[in-house]
T-cell receptor, first 114, second 114 residues
Framework: QQKVQQSPESLSVPEGGMASLNCTSSDRNFQYFWWYRQHSGEGPKALMSIFSDGDKKEGRFTAHLNKASLHVSLHIRDSQPSDSALYFCAASANTGANTGKLTFGHGTILRVHP | EAAVTQSPRNKVAVTGGKVTLSCNQTNNHNNMYWYRQDTGHGLRLIHYSYGAGSTEKGDIPDGYKASRPSQENFSLILELATPSQTSVYFC?????????????FGEGSKLTVL
């Protein structure tokens, strides 16, 4: 069973629009969540982390975490063509042997069109 | 910025052959990881290491070995390559002191097994 599930699989938004990506975990050991972004031909890069309930804002990006439901979302306002990429949700249990070990979802492909 | 370098970037191997993928990091991170990326599966953890001389099995270790001879270097070894191991492989490093999961990825190694 996939422990980190993302939706939608793909998303197309107009330039300047809002993109919303979702992620749900089935493992209650996961306490730390990350969003990673991967442009074509490159390795994934960490975009932002969220470890506490509520919202975390960094520029145009806002992450939201609900630990009770293990649901994480990422919202990108004023989307730019350069935001077009594959977005991964990743989770870590960060205990003992799992220190720093990330479990990734399948990813959401975001396309921002002019 | 953190630097993780992989080699080779592209490799074509024959079934039954031996393949070694190499990774070097200049971040002085204790932890290193090998993931593979396949369409529909996201990133899956193969092997990881907490420091020189240590290797641990990830979620999909069958058919792979790993070697961590030094802090900087981490290799993934396919003793008998099979077509099912055709994939893009990513190496990553992470700071164990942070313990919260930020990884720094290399640019990937594309392996084709014929």
């Amino acid at each position: 069973q996939q422990k980190v599930q993302q939706s939608p699989e793909s998303l197309s938004v107009p330039e300047g629009g809002m993109a919303s990506l979702n992620c749900t975990s089935s493992d209650r050991n996961f306490q730390y969540f990350w969003w990673y972004r991967q442009h074509s031909g490159e390795g994934p890069k960490a975009l932002m982390s969220i470890f506490s309930d509520g919202d975390k804002k960094e520029g145009r990006f806002t992450a939201h975490l609900n630990k009770a439901s293990l649901h994480v979302s990422l919202h990108i306002r004023d989307s730019q063509p350069s935001d077009s990429a594959l977005y991964f949700c990743a989770a870590s249990a960060n205990t003992g042997a799992n220190t720093g070990k990330l479990t990734f979802g399948h990813g959401t492909i975001l396309r921002v069109h002019p | 910025e953190a630097a993780v370098t992989q080699s080779p970037r592209n490799k074509v191997a024959v079934t039954g052959g031996k393949v070694t993928l190499s990774c070097n990091q200049t971040n002085n991170h204790n932890n290193m990881y090998w993931y593979r990326q396949d369409t529909g599966h996201g990133l899956r953890l193969i092997h990881y290491s907490y420091g020189a001389g240590s290797t641990e099995k990830g979620d999909i270790p069958d058919g792979y070995k790993a070697s961590r001879p030094s802090q900087e270097n981490f290799s993934l070894i396919l003793e008998l390559a099979t077509p099912s191991q055709t994939s893009v492989y990513f190496c990553a490093s992470g700071d164990a002191r942070g313990n919260t999961g930020q990884l720094y990825f290399g640019e990937g190694s594309k392996l084709t097994v014929l």
